[in-house]
């Protein structure tokens, strides 16, 4: 059977700790750290019993072969994040890989509003290399599938941004428009940076 690497077991521990005090936990690590790995790690340790773990479609199945090789025994369903609505069954866990595709904004996109309405309940570990890639901004809405959200008190992205954002309006030649782009990121990280792993 295959070891961890000493890394992502200390990780998953630091995890499981995060997770077990605030129901979310976000590992934000670089590529090739395995991400997909810890998690599994961290579901093991939290003694989760059925794992839900949404990735995209071509990741799959490294995904269980992580599982298999390492030897893990709780029940896992992987699934691709466009299946969501299709997929069946009671999970007391919910692994969220490359979270960031969640973080559209100033509306959430149609498998964000599916994943919230049906696993929002679950404690959740999300996954990303990149949990911001474009703006700041696009944290709000990744927290938001979860009832766990550190930003749980502002009910839309719109009144978050009031407080969390630099709301300037752009000029597109046929209308004025609102950029909510530019978020106060170390605002944010007040909010956040207790439930980040980076490695």
């Known amino acids: 059977m295959k070891q961890l690497r000493s890394y992502q077991i200390e990780n998953a521990k630091k995890g499981l700790e995060i997770l077990k005090q605030h129901n ?26 059925n794992v839900l773990f949404l990735t ?25 994040h466009e299946q969501v609505g299709n997929i069946q069954g009671e999970f007391d866990l919910l692994i969220v890989d490359e979270a960031h595709k969640f973080g559209a904004f ?16 679950l404690p959740i570990i999300y996954l990303s290399g990149t949990p911001s890639p474009e703006s700041f901004s696009q944290i709000y809405h990744q927290f938001w599938l979860s009832n766990n959200s550190p930003f749980k008190e502002y009910k839309t992205f719109y009144k978050w941004a009031k407080e969390f954002v630099d709301v300037k309006q752009v000029n597109l ?10 978020a106060k990121k170390e605002l944010i990280d007040k909010h956040t940076s207790h439930l980040f792993i980076s490695f």
């Open 173 to 182: 030649g046929y209308a004025t428009v609102n950029d909510y782009s530019n």
């Open 106 to 121: 100033p509306k959430p996109g149609k498998y964000a509003k599916l994943i919230k309405s049906k696993y929002s309940h």
């Open 24 to 49: 979310v936990v976000y590992y934000s690590m670089e590529v090739r750290t395995g991400k997909s790995l810890t998690s599994l790690e961290t579901a093991k340790l939290y003694n989760a019993k």
């Open 56 to 80: 995209k479609k071509k990741a799959i199945k490294s995904i269980i072969n992580d599982y298999n090789d390492f030897g893990y025994t709780f029940t896992l369903t992987v699934n691709n």
